[in-house]
Every structure is written in C-alpha cells, then in structure tokens.
C-alpha cells in the first residue's frame, strides 16, 4: 500500500473489502519497511481484524489499524520500552487507551521503536537499533516516539499513539512531517503507560491530518478511575474540526525563536502565522521569560521521578535477570546489564538531585522554576487564545550527530518541555521544508482547551498544502 | 512514689498496624482476606507493581487511620499527601514503598498507660499510612538461605505506623504501652490483632539518657519485653566495660532472645523521599467532625464509667475494658446479673479459663455465663460446680443445665436428704433415744425412714453419714 489513507479513507476500502484485507495491506508493507519503526507486529492483528468482520464493524475505528509505542501496555504484546531489561515482558493487561481502542474496534498492528523508556530525541537509544526517517534515511525521526511517527509518515499505519513527556510525540511528529499531539495532563489516563516522568507525560496520538487526530482524541480521552490524575470531564474533539479562525488571537512567544534556531524553520512558522493572519487571526508577541530555565527544571524533575520509576526492574519479576549469588548482586547486575548508557545517566543524576544535600538545592528548586514556567503560560494565555512557535528549532539532524553528546540532545527539547511543565495541550502540524526535511509548527493552549488548538490546527491544514507532502518513497 | 528512672532508660516505639479489617488494599481493589489462601492469589498489576500499573487512594483506608489518629488524641492533616520512600528490597515490588513524609495523617497524640508510678502519658509523634511490603519467605535462616519465595497477598496491604515519643522508661512500660494500643485499635474495630503480621514494632532504646538503638523485627508483646530486657542489658553491660554506645539498627532474633547489628548510622539509607506523582492530595479537614462522631466509648472512658456505672473496683473494670468484645459481653451479663457478679465470673473466672485454653470470649455465650450465675447465687450449685460448668462448656460442650443434671450437680438433692433426716430425727424420738442410749440398731431405723422420705433418691451411705452427723451435733 504505502500510500498515506486517512481513517474515513480506510474505513471506505473495509467497506468495499474488509478489516481483514486491509490490515492485511499494512502488515505486507512493514514486512518490506526499510525504517525498522516496527518493533513487533501483533500476530493477532489479523484475528482481530476478521472478528471485526464477523461483527459487522462496530464502533468508530471498526477495523483502523493502529501502531502503539513499546511503553503502552498491551495485554499480550511484548512491551519493552525498547530497552534489554523488559526483554520477554509481556503485559498482562491492556491500558485504558488500548481497551478504549479495542472497544472503538481498531486493530492493534504492533508496537512501535522508541528511545529506551522514551528517553531521547531521536529514537537513537533503543535496543532493537535506530528507527529511520522516512524522509531521508541517513536521519533521525525524532523521539522518543519515533517509531510512532514514522510509521504513520511511511504509510506502514494510519495513525499510531506515542508518549510525550518532554516532546517526545511533538518532537518526531515535527521531524517526520505529520500531526501529533501531547494533550492536557490528565486528558488521556496513563493507566498502562510505563512511567518516564510521570507528572510531566500524558499519551498522545500522531495521524497523518488533523480530523484523524480529532476521531482518536475521542476514542482515547476521558475519566479513568484507575488513574489518579485523571480528570472527569466530558469533551468532544472532533466537534473542533472547522475551519474557522476569524478574530483568534495569536501569542507568538519570543523566547521560543532563540539562538540555534534553523533560519527556514523560522521562515516556514513566521509564514504560517501570516497564513493565519490571512486567515482572519491576529497576533501578538508575547514574553515568557522563565523559558530559558525550563530545559535544567524538565531533565531534573523528569530524571528525578525516572530514578523512582525505574527502581522496579530488577530481574526479579519480570524481563531480563543476570545470575548472582544474591539478591543485590543479581539486581545489580540485572541493571547494569539491562539498561543503556542513556537510562543509566538518567537514574544517576536523578539519584544525585534527589539525594539528601542535594534534594533542596536541584529538585526542590527544579519544583519553584516549574511554577514560574507555569505561571509564564497562565500569563501568556490570558491574553491570547493561543501561543504558536516552532516545535523543533532545527529539522532532523544525522544519524549518530549528536548521540554522543547529549546536552547538544536536551537543548534540542528547549521549545516542547516547557509545555509539558506547564501541563498546558499542544498540537504540532506540518507547515513547511527546511532543505526537503518537514518542519512543524507548534500551536499551544489553555489547560483542557484542546478544540481550540484543534480548531486552528484543522483551518490551518484547510487552508495550505503542507500536510500532503510525503516523504519521497511513499509519494 | 515517683519512679526515678535510674538507668536513664528511654524507650519510644515505632508501632506499624495492619489495617486489616478493610475490604480491599490501599492502593487496589484486591481482597484483604489473603491470610488463608495460597500464595499470590490475591494479586492484580498494582500491587505487583506491574510497569505501567498506577495506584488508586483507597478512601475507606484513610478514614480508618483518621479514626486511628483521633482516637490517639492526634490532630488531622489537612489534606492527603504521599511520599516515595526509595530503597531497594526483594520485598518490595517497585523497590520504593508509598507512603507518608512531612505531611503524615495524624500527630501530635498522646495515650496513658499504667506506668510504674501509675498513670502514664505516652506521647504520640505522628501516624502515618503506607503500603505493606510484600512476605519474603526465607528458605533456611535470613543470613544463610538457599533462595527467597516472595508472596505478593500481603503487597499493598494498609499500614499505619504509629510512632511514639521516647516516653517509656522500661520494658514493662513499653509492653503496657503496646497493650494499651492494641486496645484502643480493637475497639476502633479497624483491625484485627489475632491475624499474622496484624501488629509489629520496631524500638528505640537508650539507657543514661544517652544515643539511642533501634531494634528490628518485634512481633509479640512478649518479644518486646525480651529484646527489651536484653538491648538494655546488653548497653549497660557495654558501658560498664567502658564501651560507647553508637546510633545503630539491630535486629531481634526471637529465637535466640538476642539483638544482632545489621547497621550503623553511616550505613543508613538515603530514602530520596519525593512526593509520590501519581496520586493527588485528598482534601480531608471536613471528614474530620464526621468520623470524631464516629468515635466508640474508648478504653478509659468505658474503665470510668464501667467503676461508676456498676461499682466494679479498678482492677475489675481494667480487665474487663481491654478488650471490646469482652466489655460488651460483660455488659450484657450484667444487665442479668448483679454486676458485681457477673464482674467476678467474667473477668476472674471465665476469662481465666479461657486464657488458659487460648480462647477468645467468642468461645462463650451471654445466656451460659447467666445461667451458671443464676445457678451460684440462687445457691443451687457450689462455686466449685459453676467453674465445672465452665469448663465443661469449653471443652466437651452442652448447656448448663444440662450439665447439672447429667454431672448431678443441683445442691438441692443435698437439701431434699438434709431435710428429710431432720423430719426422719423429729419424727422417731424414741428411735433417736434408743440409738443415743446404746442401741445401734435403732440408726437403720431412722435410715430407712429418710430412705423412704427421699423415695430412695438418696444414696443410703450419704443418708447414714448425714444422720450420723445430725445426731452427733
């Protein structure tokens, strides 16, 4: 197939052929896939399609066809987290969001590459070896959901649910030239997502438009009792797809426009905002002075909970044990083993900002600057209806460029985590080329005001072209 | 009398309490009732602590330990808040335990205990709730095992860990003081204490008002004042020999009735607490008045009023009031029977008997015991006969008066036999003064006729014996 479909279009050819058929299609081309986006591929994908079939394809995605990330728990689906230390771990359950898919009829085509535990930028890091971007192989997709990404950009799926804790669905959505979005926090439960940061990530799904995004929005989201963070409150996403932007007001945040940043991503968001200029909006620029403290807050909070979160793989239940003559020294050994050089430094500087001494001077502190950041939001959203700039300041770099340094990585996440600090949606689209690489543009909101940021993202695509460039082989 | 304390000794205890009369686990919906199923069957991903899983307040277990809190005369935080504790441990499935730090459930409490110089106020630092590890089962002994079974039913289990100020000044004190809790946490009815790993303490110990020790793994009331006994022991013995005593964890070996250094302060962990993300702070300042109403008549106050209300001397009233089930069943009784009775068949007797055979009061009736004293003070039975009774009851079973009349225990057969040798002797003048004169054969006479009297139910040696006595007076 390897041609981009949406779900109406895939739900057209089930009625003309069948779920069967269909899912069919999508598994015979990630058997040909050159990306390695695909970690395993669902045996029972082709079941489930054909009971679709025999049920007279029920619910909203009867038969769509949809990729997971390795940190979303599917009963029965090795989940890893691309990483060695999950090796063999098969979930014993779903997530809410895999029940909720299940319930709505899609079909689970696999698990899709990641950083391990979606620590990284460029899906460099996993154990099953780098994922590839669809639109030049010799660079990275972005992550950590860069497999999520680019499988919906290669047309090995129409539409994939990725991870994003600092950026990680934004990031590779940005850098693969398709629509990803990283809900409110408490929009969409983490029951069943395998911790990173836990205050700081929500699970976000990536599409190939922006109604598609809309249609799992409303399949995924809402109140999950099993999750703490969840919150209870009734919303229908794809009641924002119109094209209507008239009298919205735009905050263009300077800061977000910083040194480093690529001149064509510049032009290619200064020219979208001039698109919705045309379009009816206005805009404004708009301060957020605390953003340049946002990057050393994420990574020290985000490490600090991981250093906890990751505490529990110790070979003792589940995935990969080393021998040792004792518990210590097999747990030891278990995650000396087990984990990559990237998770390591992510538990022991984590260990260190929580440590006694330390706690107050980097975590705590990292608490007071996460506040400022938030309160840089509240601000700039009173004003505005939303925030725009660009998601990435850079289009995907090579293969192997940065992996050995990874600050020159964190810094790469400077425009997406203070969006995750703050807990605030933000959706990123297509909206240009920098040297025939994707670039994206990154449309933020107030707190559970996804439709409005839906509502631009949707005019925006009804009103320019961007969305349907495909990567080269796909086109 | 004031006691002077002369070694300085300094005890506080860190009690941890199974709330086990909850129907599901903290932070899950699995069932509590594990203690008779087979090893982990009472499991789900949370308390695995399965990648991905995500806990869930149970609300019930937070007004549980509010009611532990307020029954400790604590006050109420405001607001909910938990911590991981970070520490690595095959008992634990997330190698970090949920619980609470700087904003714990309840503090600032205290409880009074019968201390050496009488009443005594144990200070209450703080109570906290946090999630039971899971049971490591040791194949062989803890620093020699050939491998570890882990059994995840108790994983997640509610635990309050009560943490007193070091008020205590000897081990005697410190067992009252654990007695005294277990007390007040049965009348709350949020545990229950016969159930195993339902109570556990850990101590801390100082002597010449000096660096205090803390001592592992007590699980029995007599297992604190052993190690007790002994740590105290063992510091003043170390000093004497001109050794210093440093800040140290050592842990209980029930056993051997020793303590054994497992670390010392430079060893202690570094818990990294952090405040746990994936739970939200639970408003509960406004379930506060709501729960206090809920509050039973605790131990003291049912002591009081148990000394005014039926007249019951201190000792009395103190046995009878550990226990709650053991005070209702008493009050029931004495609504029968003469309090002061019943008081005595209760708390002297019936108890005894029970402790004895390792009984609870469940293994007795109301409508027994009542009967038993009906029968004593109606003087139809002996003392003796009552507790026979008892006994009989508890170990071959049967109803009271069943058992008087299978075991012939009724004074009143006696009475028939006494009454009609005294008619039998009134009746025969003659015969009584041919006997008095010499005439031996005139006793059979007299016999006979009580014989006759008591239509032969007497026992014609008892008959003789007492007509014997009866002249002879």
């Known amino acids: 197939m390897a041609a981009w479909t949406d779900i109406s279009g895939i739900r057209q050819k089930i009625a003309d052929s069948s779920a069967e058929e269909v899912t069919a299609s999508y598994i015979e081309t990630i058997g040909k896939s050159k990306i390695n986006g695909f970690t395993t591929v669902s045996d029972e994908a082709i079941n489930a399609a054909r009971e679709i079939d025999s049920n007279g394809h029920e619910g909203p995605l009867a038969g769509v066809p949809i990729a997971i990330k390795e940190n979303i728990s599917t009963k029965g689906l090795s989940t890893t987290c691309s990483s060695k230390i999950l090796q063999g771990y098969v979930p014993p359950y779903d997530a809410h969001v895999i029940e909720k898919l299940k319930a709505a009829g899609a079909v689970i085509l696999g698990k899709t590459n990641m950083d391990e535990f979606a620590m990284g930028t460029s899906t460099e890091s996993s154990y099953y070896g780098p994922t590839f971007n669809p639109w030049d192989m010799d660079r990275v997709p972005g992550g950590s959901s860069g497999g999520s990404a680019a499988v919906v950009a290669a047309g090995e799926a129409p539409v994939s649910l990725g991870s994003d804790t600092g950026g990680s669905v934004r990031c590779p959505a940005a850098y693969c030239g398709v629509v990803g979005i990283k809900p409110t926090y408490g929009c969409i439960s983490r029951y069943g997502l395998i911790s990173y940061a836990n205050s700081l990530e929500q699970i976000g799904p990536l599409a190939t438009n922006v109604a598609d995004i809309a249609t799992i929005m409303d399949v995924v989201a809402g109140y999950d009792s099993r999750d703490s963070t969840s919150i209870n409150r009734e919303n229908t996403y794809s009641d924002a797809l119109k094209d209507d932007v008239k009298g919205m007001k735009i905050g263009v945040p300077e800061e977000y426009f910083g040194e480093g940043i690529d001149e064509n991503v510049e032009k290619a968001v200064w020219d979208s905002i001039s698109k919705f200029e045309d379009m009816g909006a206005t805009y404004e620029k708009v301060s957020m002075p605390h953003t340049k403290y946002a990057l050393a807050s994420y990574y020290i909070i985000a490490m600090s909970e991981a250093s906890s979160n990751l505490a529990r793989f110790d070979g003792t239940r589940y995935g990969y044990r080393a021998d040792g003559d004792n518990w210590h020294v097999m747990a030891s050994k278990t995650r000396a083993e087990g984990f990559g050089p990237e998770v390591k430094r992510r538990i022991l500087l984590g260990t260190y900002a929580l440590s006694a001494g330390y706690h107050d001077k980097y975590y705590l502190k990292a608490l007071q600057v996460r506040t400022l950041v938030k309160q840089d939001f509240d601000r700039a959203l009173a004003n505005v209806d939303v925030l725009m700039a660009p998601t990435m300041p850079a289009p995907a770099f090579k293969i192997g460029e940065k992996i050995d340094d990874p600050l020159s990585l964190y810094l790469a996440d400077v425009n997406t985590v203070p969006i995750n600090l703050a807990g605030v949606p933000s959706i990123s689209v297509p909206c240009g080329l920098s040297d025939g690489m994707p670039v994206g543009l990154q449309i933020i909101g107030k707190h559970f005001d996804e439709n409005t940021i839906i509502r631009a993202a949707y005019s925006f695509e009804q009103n320019t072209d961007h969305h349907t460039r495909r990567p080269p082989e796909v086109a | ?473």
């Open chain 2, 1 to 473: 009398m004031v006691y002077e304390n002369p070694d300085g000794i300094r005890i506080g205890l860190e009690v941890h309490v199974q709330l086990n009369k909850l129907k599901t686990k903290l932070f899950c919906g699995c069932s509590t009732e594990y203690h008779d199923s087979e090893p982990n069957t009472h499991v789900c991903p949370v308390c695995l602590g399965l990648p991905g899983s995500l806990p869930v307040l149970n609300e019930k277990a937070v007004e549980f330990a509010i009611k532990v809190g307020l029954a400790l005369n604590c006050s109420i935080v405001e607001q909910t808040q938990f911590h991981r504790k970070n520490y690595y441990y095959p008992d634990l499935p997330k190698n970090f335990q949920t619980t609470q730090y700087d904003f714990p459930i309840a503090a600032n409490g205290k409880i009074i205990i019968e201390g050496e110089d009488g009443e005594h106020v144990v200070g209450i630092t703080r109570a906290h709730i946090e999630e039971d590890p899971a049971r490591l089962q040791h194949m062989g002994t803890i620093d020699r095992s050939k491998g570890t079974l882990i059994n995840y039913n108790r994983s997640g289990m509610t635990l309050i860990e009560i943490v007193s100020e070091p008020d205590m000044r000897s081990p005697k004190e410190a067992r009252r003081y654990l007695e005294k809790l277990k007390s007040i946490l049965d009348y709350l009815g949020v545990f229950d204490g016969d159930l195993e790993g339902a109570m556990k303490a850990d101590a801390n110990v100082s002597v010449f008002w000096g660096d205090r020790v803390e001592v592992k793994n007590i699980s029995s009331f007599k297992g604190l004042e052993r190690a007790l006994v002994y740590e105290i022991m063992r510091q003043k013995n170390h000093i004497r020999r001109g050794g210093e005593i440093v800040m140290e964890t050592r842990h209980f070996d029930e056993a051997r009735g020793v303590t054994i250094s497992m670390r010392t302060k430079e060893e202690e962990h570094d818990y990294r607490y952090f405040p746990e993300p994936d739970l939200v702070p639970l408003r509960v300042a406004d379930w506060v008045p709501g729960i206090r109403e809920t509050l039973p008549e605790l131990p003291d106050a049912k002591r009081e009023r148990f000394m005014e209300q039926y007249g019951l001397g201190e000792t009395h009233a103190r046995a009878l009031t550990t226990e709650i089930k053991v005070a209702n069943f008493f009050e029931e009784v004495a609504a029968k029977v003469d309090p002061k009775d019943a008081a005595v068949w209760v708390s002297d007797i019936l108890k005894g008997e029970l402790n004895y055979r390792e009984l609870s009061i469940d293994a007795f009736t109301v409508e027994d015991i009542v009967a038993v004293v009906e029968l004593v003070t109606g003087n139809k039975i002996t003392e003796q006969s009552g507790v026979e009774i008892i006994r009989t009851v508890l170990d071959d079973g049967g109803k009271p008066q069943d058992i008087v009349e299978k075991k012939g225990l009724l004074k009143v057969e006696d009475d028939i036999v006494a009454t009609a040798v005294e008619e039998a002797i009134a009746e025969n003048p003659d015969a009584v003064a041919d006997y008095l004169g010499g005439k031996e054969k005139s006793l059979n006479f007299i016999v006979g006729k009580v014989m006759q009297k008591t239509k032969g139910r007497a026992d014609a040696r008892e008959a003789r014996e007492k007509v014997l006595a009866k002249l002879n007076e």
